[in-house]
Each structure stands twice: as C-alpha cells, then as structure tokens.
C-alpha cells in the first residue's frame, strides 16, 4: 500500500506564501518524478510542478514559472512546493503525485484558498 500524506495547505492573503510537502510511504516502487497538479470545482486537474528523482530536472506550467519553486528530499520520498506571490486564481485543490513502476500514485489533495 502506497500513501502520499500532503501537508500545508490553507488560506493567505494575496500576495502571501505557502509551502506544501508531500511524503510517499509504504510499498514504493522506484520514483521517477513526484510534483504537483491542482484543481478548480468543475475543471480538470491541471499540472503546476514536476521534479526528477534523479539529477532535479524540473518543470513547471507557465503560469507558476517564477512564482513557485518545487524541490525534493529523496532520501525522506518527499516534494516540498513553495508557492509565493499567491493569486486568487492559485486557489484550488492540489494533488500530489508521483510516478513509479510504470504507475501514477496520487495523494487525497489539500486545499489552497487565497483571499483577497
């Protein structure tokens, strides 16, 4: 059994900033990335973040591109997402995921809401 516990999300002001983590345990499978995708009420979740396990290629969706900053703590299975400068837009529900073994794993979501 795989389990992917997110932690960080909550509410700030615009302009604020947030830090999610995500630690993978269980029966993992090698790890070729981890990252991060959100979702909106009615939308398709979205991809915002992915990092490599090996060498931290990274790669981000454009509008996230200088504002958030993903890492990784390989030897914890963790993702770390620091998200500043923060939107009204940036809220919704981010997922994390990993992919391993051929497979895709993903966490139950934590909520970013960014108030005005």
């Known amino acids: 059994q795989v389990q992917l516990v997110e932690s960080g999300g909550g509410l700030v002001q615009a302009g604020g900033s947030l830090i999610l983590s995500c630690a993978v345990s269980g029966r993992i499978f090698s790890i070729y990335a981890m990252g991060w995708f959100r979702q909106t009420p009615g939308k398709e979740r979205r991809f915002v973040a992915t990092?490599?396990?090996?060498?931290?290629?990274?790669n981000y969706a454009a509008t996230m591109k200088g504002r958030f900053t993903i890492n990784r703590e390989n030897a914890k299975s963790t993702v770390y997402m620091q998200m500043n400068s923060l939107k009204h837009e940036d809220k919704a529900v981010y997922y994390c995921?990993?992919?391993?073994?051929?497979?895709?794993?993903w966490g139950q979501g934590t909520q970013v809401t960014v108030s005005s």
């Open positions: 990092i490599r396990r090996s060498g931290g290629n990274t």
């Open positions: 995921w990993y992919r391993g073994g051929g497979r895709d794993y």
